[in-house]
């Protein structure tokens, strides 16, 4: 899952500039993305299985195997279990790389209304928000869109309201964990998620989203998501 990193499915605001680095994701279609999340490929319309390999040894790993932050390249790396464990510190590897934690949480104790939701002004009813410690820990936000995601900009000061109303927000890891916001008729669920994860729902989005809504393949590839974030979320116990 190399490449790009997360900016590569990111899509600036119309009016906005690009910031130093962007990489315009309305360039190419990337279906790889689904394929590198679920260990399979596309060839001539069939899907056939694929191995994947350790990005830093090629040794090769199963579909289900951990990533590795290149902090540098704002990417992922597919990685063997040997070559993970080397970057679960935050000085290996001269911070330059970063072990993507399994940690998914959730904090069912206390409920978001949809009116502080909606304060955010996120155009959509899912986003995620994530740290990079190599912008001095500035805090982006970013929705599903057809470009895969789209980054907006948010009212800092309503943040910190969320965050001390909800203490799961402050918790996610720069570079490598993001808060995931959705909203649906069924109220707002929270959750902390691995920044794998993150990349997973772009790649989706980016695949299946039709129309100003998404569509039925977008819609029901969401919720297939959240079904699997839901489950592995441990109950978040506030120090």
Request: with cysteine.
């Amino acid at each position: 899952m190399s490449g790009g990193g997360l900016r590569r499915f990111v899509r600036q605001p119309a009016g906005q500039d690009a910031p130093p680095g962007h990489i315009d994701a309305v360039a190419e279609v990337v279906p790889e993305v689904i394929a590198a999340t679920s260990g399979r490929q596309e060839t001539s319309g069939q899907q056939v299985d694929a191995p994947e390999k350790c990005e830093m040894c090629a040794t090769e790993v199963p579909a289900e195997h951990a990533h590795v932050a290149d902090l540098e390249a704002a990417s992922l790396m597919c990685a063997c279990r040997a070559c993970y464990l080397l970057f679960t510190q935050p000085t290996a590897g001269h911070g330059r790389y970063r072990a993507v934690p399994d940690r998914y949480l959730a904090d069912p104790s206390r409920t978001m209304p949809a009116a502080q939701w909606d304060q955010l002004q996120v155009p959509v009813g899912l986003a995620f928000f994530l740290r990079s410690s190599r912008e001095g820990g500035q805090l982006t936000g970013f929705y599903p869109s057809p470009a895969g995601a789209t980054e907006c900009r948010l009212d800092l000061q309503q943040w910190q309201q969320l965050v001390s109303d909800y203490p799961l927000l402050a918790e996610p890891e720069p570079d490598v964990e993001a808060a995931l916001i959705s909203r649906s008729d069924d109220g707002v669920e929270y959750f902390l998620v691995p920044i794998d994860a993150c990349y997973e729902l772009a790649g989706r989005m980016r695949l299946y989203w039709r129309g100003f809504d998404g569509g039925t393949d977008a819609r029901r590839s969401i919720t297939d998501f959240l079904d699997m974030v839901r489950p592995r979320a441990r109950i978040y116990q506030e120090a």
